[in-house]
C-alpha cells in the first residue's frame, strides 16, 4: 500500500471504503443486465454504513473522496456518494483538474446544464415538426430543481456505472 504508506508520512491518514461506497458492490442485486445501478447500490446497507461513516468522520476531520477522473461529473464518487452526503448538510467541494476548487452546487448546475435541464435551458421554447407528439416530449417547466437534478444524476449514473465484462461495450 504505498498511497497509504506516502499519506501517512505526509500526516494523512487513508481509510478505505471501497467495499460500502465503491461502484462495483459485491451484492449481485445492484445489477441489471451487467450494469451496476446507482440507486440500487445506494439503497444498501452497506452504502449507508458508508455515508454514516463518512458523515460520523467530517465532525472530527477534514475528509477527502480520492478520485482519479479529471472530471468530477465523470467520477461515481460525485454522481453515487456526494449527492447523498449533500444532503446530510455537508459542504462539499470538488478539486478540478487545474487545482480550483468547484462547490457541490457549482457542480449539479453544471450537470444540469450538460442535460440540458438547467433552468434557462428548460424555459427556451421548443421547435416542434410536423412529425413530433408534443405530449411524449419531455416537460420540465413545472417541474422542480430536486426533480430535475435527480434526473440528471440517474442519466449520469447510467453513462458512467460499472458494465460487468462480456456485457455490452465497455471492459
Known sequence: APLKAELLSAGIRYVFLGKELGARPADLSCYVG????????AATDLFSAGLK??????????????????DPITCHRTILVCQHLVKSGLEINHILNDGS?????????????????????IKQPKQLSLFDDPTSMDNWDNCSREDRLKEVYHRQGDTIAYLAKGVGSRE
Open 34 to 41: 451487467g450494469k451496476a445501478l446507482y440507486e440500487k447500490i
Open 53 to 70: 461513516r463518512v458523515i460520523q468522520g467530517a465532525e472530527t476531520y477534514q475528509i477527502a473522496l480520492m478520485c482519479a477522473e479529471k
Open 101 to 121: 476548487l468547484e462547490s457541490h452546487q457549482d457542480l449539479e448546475e453544471r450537470l444540469l446544464s450538460s442535460h440540458g435541464l438547467n433552468d434557462s435551458q
